[in-house]
């Protein structure tokens, strides 16, 4: 059987998940220079999305939040455009929370071992597994047996009595 490990505090999906943070930061540094150079924003933001992965065809608003992790609250600029000169501030949050998911991570049981060393010892959690099922299938088996042979002895098929 496989031991289930519960993920370390502070280590969860949300706690990880940068692109939408990162999303943001982009569109808004992007949207900033293009109103710099006078592009619209709208297709600025149309040619960021997709080099990020993002496919839908509406574009956040600047600023907007995409994902389930709100922006922290202590962003600067966080209602508009962002220049090159907020960008390491910007940054900062995604930063930390990809240091404090880097440290859960080291915490985590058995997280130097090689593919190989965690496959050969899944083999023998399943091949130790078949042999407990197998056990437990005998071992019902001779339950039956023992039941009916006990109540063949009392005479009564339907009910065993003390």
Do not use: W, Y
Not at 39 to 45: D, H, I, L, R
Not at 121 to 131: A, P
Not at 148 to 156: P, Q
């Amino acid at each position: 059987m496989t031991t289930i490990h519960n993920l370390p505090d502070g280590l969860s999906p949300d706690s990880v998940d940068t692109l939408t943070e990162l999303t943001s930061i982009v569109v808004k540094l992007r949207a900033a220079q293009a109103a710099a150079n006078g592009t619209s924003s709208s297709q600025t933001s149309s040619s960021v999305l997709p080099a990020l992965g993002i496919t839908s065809g509406a574009t956040p608003a600047p600023g907007a939040v995409t994902g389930t992790t709100p922006l922290p609250s202590g962003a600067p600029n966080t209602g508009g455009l962002l220049s090159v000169k907020e960008l390491p501030a910007a940054t900062d949050n995604l930063k930390h929370k990809l240091q404090r998911a880097r440290g859960a991570m080291r915490t985590l049981n058995d997280i130097h071992r090689a593919n190989s060393q965690q496959e050969e010892e899944i083999k023998r959690l399943e091949e130790r597994r078949r042999k407990q099922a197998a056990m437990l299938a005998r071992i019902q088996d001779e339950g039956i047996q023992f039941a009916r042979s006990a109540a063949a002895e009392h005479g009564d098929g339907d009910r065993m009595e003390e």
